[in-house]
């Protein structure tokens, strides 16, 4: 593996009191970056003082949009040390992102060690308020300065951090989501699958929609039928219906989430019955008028599990277990999250010990 260089920072930054953090308003001292060639391949990763990128305006990422990321957290735990919940699945999906993005794949291990390094180095900026984490960014920008539409041939991969704020610092509040029939985020063949910025660009618009009418989050149907469930917002989603958990299925237009991967194991390591396939909006609007549906739930790095306590479809409005969170949602909430801030054992073997 190579090695990563480290350049200091001269001075470092006043950190923000934990109760201001909110998400991805603050960042760190260093970020890591590594530059891709033809010629050198990924080559000089190194950790340097946080600041500003020097771009050509015709970089082709600010015109075609040739971008991946990745979203993940370091956490603090009781005893005072760090860790990192999953990471060689953030390495495994950013290269799937990059295969589909014809961005150079990268060493999953140089990946990791990235990460941790970065992590251990911004210790300090690990915030230590119950619910808080501090949030890591990987991206690859594509960095050729030209207009032509084809593949660049440099690239940048950068890691910056955040702290931020608890998710629930008012409490669990089930979430509003509104079923979008107009725009689509994704359509198999597309590039739903990826986290690329571009996907993002395109679900603006339904989100504003949604919040005007007093929704959080946005529901997505799938691109082609419009009739099958696919995700909501930057979030996977499940429901419990009539005893058994459903998931729409990961076909192509869905972002394979890793916070919903751990669920689907938690569940089945508990004799939950959990079934991954497609799943109709009337299916779910049928099962909430007749009773069945008893909890509906997003899964995401960011907010964990996002209880949602009412759904709009079209004209209909529905509330789901009363607008409360449901037995499910809360033990999954309550063995992520102890798994995550290291409070309870890792039967799994998810964490990563940072130092
Ligand atoms: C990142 C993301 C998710 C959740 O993935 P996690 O790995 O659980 O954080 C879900 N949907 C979209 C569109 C995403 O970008």
Request: aromatic share 10%; proline share 5%; hydrophobic share 35%.
């Amino acid at each position: 593996m190579q090695e990563i260089k480290v350049e200091l920072a001269k001075t470092r930054k006043d950190k923000p009191a934990d109760a201001v953090l909110g998400f991805g308003k603050y960042f760190t001292d260093h970020m890591f970056l590594m530059n891709y060639g033809l010629e050198q391949g990924w080559h000089s990763p190194r950790i340097v003082p946080y600041g500003p990128f020097e771009l050509d305006p015709s970089s082709m990422v600010l015109h075609y949009a040739q971008e991946i990321f990745e979203g993940m957290k370091a956490y603090r735990t009781p005893g005072g040390s760090i860790q990192l919940f999953r990471p060689e699945e953030n390495a495994r999906r950013m290269n799937s992102s990059c295969e589909r993005m014809c961005i150079p794949k990268l060493d999953e291990d140089l990946f990791v060690e990235a990460v941790r390094k970065l992590a251990e180095l911004e210790a300090d900026w690990v915030p230590r308020s119950e619910g808080t984490s501090l949030y890591i960014r990987p991206f690859i920008i594509a960095t050729d300065a030209s207009l032509g539409v084809h593949a660049s041939h440099t690239y940048l991969f950068s890691i910056i951090c955040s702290p931020v704020g608890s998710y629930y610092a008012e409490g669990i509040n089930p979430v509003k989501i509104f079923v979008e029939s107009e725009d689509v985020r994704a359509v198999r063949g597309g590039t739903g699958f990826t986290k690329c910025g571009g996907n993002y660009a395109g679900s603006i618009r339904a989100g504003e929609r949604a919040e005007r009418q007093g929704y959080s989050q946005v529901l997505w149907l799938d691109g082609v039928e419009r009739k099958y469930i696919e995700e909501v917002g930057s979030m996977n989603v499940m429901f419990k219906v009539a005893g058994k958990v459903v998931t729409p299925a990961l076909t192509g237009s869905v972002l394979p989430g890793i916070t919903r991967k751990s669920c689907i194991e938690l569940m089945r390591s508990w004799g939950l019955e959990v079934e991954e396939r497609l799943i109709t909006a009337q299916e779910l609007f049928d099962a909430m008028e007749n009773g069945t549906l008893e909890e509906a739930w997003g899964t995401g790095t960011a907010a964990v599990i996002s209880p949602i306590g009412e759904m709009g479809w079209e004209d209909k409005k529905r509330v789901i277990n009363g607008g409360k969170i449901g037995p499910v949602s809360q033990r999954l909430y309550d063995e992520l999250t102890g798994i995550q801030w290291g409070r309870i054992g890792d039967p799994f073997g998810w964490t990563v010990k940072v130092k």
